[in-house]
């Protein structure tokens, strides 16, 4: 049986990708086509986005100033008579300090004048109206009440009882806010926003007022987009929300300034960008608190007693969001970029291969629906499978591979035999590998070139012809020329093995089985192609030869090299070879698994 063929050491080697290159125009022109469109979008993106910059986050700071008068009319009784006041609102009045980027502007309230600390009844509830002083508890401080329980229950007004509370005097009336807003002039008022920014990375400072800046400007998208002084009408407006219903509840506007800034010196940009977004939820319900307010109060002294007036105020809340990035030209960001890139020019090879595959499979389920062969097209893309993959078994113990003369393919025996003879065991059918002509120096390449005889034809006729093996033969044996083995006994089953599945001639008795396998000078030929300087002595000459010949016939019958260490000689075969090239002393150790 063939030797083992060691694997070669490698200790310093450098492993490189085989390509499969495939002779096609349609696919050729196809992959160049790809290529293209890929050539074509990274060039777009890295222009488009600007991915050969070092871009930064922006670091600003804000300050706003709100400018404008209202005048606002308010119903008194003074003297048992109404009358209406009339009071002018200025930005001391209408705005309020806020942390952050964000500043308030009054647009309606509810005022509660003469208020005094002192005991008196809490303002009508159903968490406040009691029947006796049952109902209420001493020190019991509701969250939602306006004071401090006392225990007792007095009249409110009428026949109406609430809980007594000490508290600012009178309390607070839970009241609807005005219809229409008090400050519904305030759609007039104007913000001026100073925003500095700095990208501190690119050692870059700029501001949104320009250096031709008009005091007298009022932005608008199209006419005025640098402009930072806005109207807070305008900024409803570009939402698509009515300022004079949003200043009855109050909401919330947001203000954003984005900076897409551009340093590069030969192409530079960097100005705001300005855009207006509603941040409260403005379907909200009157059940479930809309709108946006606060309580402030105004204290002063009357006749020595300290008081103060309450005043409920709605308004809106304006949040200015300043981003934005800052880029600069980077050779490192654009090595990165290019390096990232060249995987998507393998897209191209990755999507004809699905192609392919796709293409060939589906064919190929066509022609058995048809009852058809194969198409052409089929066959052709099976050609471009055989040629780019090559299937590999894992290797193992078990691992055994036999062919039969009279059987296209091969057989795959991975099992335990478990005394079984090897002729009797089914394994899986692969398909025989094609020859590899390139390989051929494996076989012999100097064989005489012989006349064509008539005799030739019906030698090779022998081999499909069914004859009865001979009564000497073992009971496995289909040709009549297999012997017993000599191993032990719990390994004989592996040897146990013809050349034929069903009984007829020996592979042994064609021609070509003398020329390829039993001729020393090709023999010879082959081992001296492979080491020209090889010595071939009495001794060891019929070893390397009936070794030879092993591997002349795996390369025969099973179509590969790679599978001399699992490849099973036939019975017939094995000791028509030791006939040949005996061995001298001793018995043939026989096959011996490599793993």
């Known amino acids: 049986m063939p030797a083992r063929r060691p694997f070669p050491h490698i200790c310093h080697s450098l492993e490189v990708t085989k390509v499969v290159q495939i002779q096609n125009l349609w696919l050729g022109t196809l992959k160049q086509l790809l290529l293209m469109g890929t050539v074509c979008y990274i060039c777009f993106a890295l222009v488009t986005d600007k991915l050969y910059q070092r ?49 308030f502007v009054m647009t309606n309230f509810l005022k509660t004048k003469g208020q005094r600390s002192g005991l008196c009844a809490e303002y009508p509830t159903p968490r406040t109206l009691c029947h006796s002083d049952k109902n209420c508890k001493q020190g019991w401080m509701d969250p939602q009440s306006k004071g401090i329980q006392t225990g007792k229950c007095i009249v409110y007004e009428g026949n109406q009882k609430t809980c007594e509370v000490y508290a600012w005097c009178p309390t607070e009336a839970t009241v609807q806010a005005p219809r229409p807003a008090l400050l519904n002039s305030a759609e007039n008022f104007t913000v001026f926003i100073k925003n500095n920014i700095d990208f501190p990375g690119h050692n870059y400072t700029m501001r949104n007022i320009l250096p031709d800046f008009n005091k007298t400007c009022t932005f608008h998208k199209t006419k005025n987009p640098q402009c930072p002084i806005f109207r807070l009408g305008d900024i409803f407006q570009e939402t698509g929300d009515n300022f004079s219903e949003v200043a009855i509840q109050g909401g919330i506007m947001g203000i954003e300034i984005y900076w897409d800034c551009n340093l590069d010196s030969w192409f530079y940009h960097c100005h705001p960008q300005y855009r207006f977004r509603r941040l409260d939820d403005k379907i909200t319900n009157e059940s479930l608190y809309p709108g946006y307010n606060f309580r402030h109060a105004k204290y002063y002294t009357e006749n020595n007693v300290e008081k103060r007036t309450l005043i409920k105020v709605f308004g809106i809340r304006f949040d200015i969001l300043v981003f934005g990035t800052g880029g600069k030209f980077h050779i490192i960001s654009l090595i990165v970029y290019i390096g990232s890139t060249l995987s998507y020019f393998g897209l191209a090879t990755v999507f004809i291969d699905f192609l ?5 499979s589906t064919c190929c389920r066509s022609c058995v629906y048809r009852h058809c062969k194969c198409c052409e097209s089929c066959v052709i893309n099976e050609y471009y499978d055989r040629k780019k993959c090559e299937v590999i078994v894992e290797p193992k113990r078990t691992l055994k591979y036999v062919s039969f003369v009279d059987e296209p393919h091969i057989r795959m025996v991975d099992e335990q035999l478990r005394g079984r003879s090897l002729q009797d065991v089914k394994g899986k059918n692969v398909p025989r590998s ?3 002509f390139r390989e051929m120096s494996r076989l012999p390449l100097s064989l005489p070139d012989s006349p064509h005889t008539p005799e030739q034809p019906e030698q090779m006729q022998l081999l499909r012809e069914v004859r009865a093996p001979r009564p000497s033969s073992p009971g496995w044996c289909r ?7 000599q191993l032990p006994k719990d390994r004989q089953c592996i040897e146990e093995l013809c050349c ?16 390829l396998i039993l001729s020393r000078r090709a023999l010879q030929f082959s081992l001296l192609y492979q080491e020209p300087l090889l010595t ?24 590969s090299q790679d599978l001399v260490d699992f490849a099973i000689l036939p019975s017939c075969c094995r000791w028509r070879i030791r006939k040949e090239f005996p061995k001298s002393e001793g018995q043939y150790s026989g096959f011996k698994s490599p793993y």
Request: glycine share 6%.
């Open 479 to 485: 040709c009549g020329n297999c012997l017993p083995s």
């Open 356 to 360: 392919i595959n796709t293409y060939s």
């Open 55 to 103: 871009k930064e986050s922006v670091i600003s700071s804000v300050h706003t100033k709100v400018k404008g008068l209202a005048e606002v009319k308010e119903e008194i009784i003074e003297n048992g008579e109404k009358k209406v006041v009339s009071t002018i609102f200025d930005t001391a009045d209408y705005t309020f300090p806020l942390q952050g980027n964000s500043f």
């Open 434 to 436: 094609l020859m590899d």
């Open 500 to 515: 034929r599945k069903e009984p007829g001639a020996c592979i042994t008795t064609s021609e070509l089985f003398g020329k």
């Open 536 to 559: 071939l002595d009495a001794d060891t000459t019929n070893s390397l030869l009936r070794h030879c010949a092993y591997r002349c016939y795996v390369t025969w019958r099973f179509g």
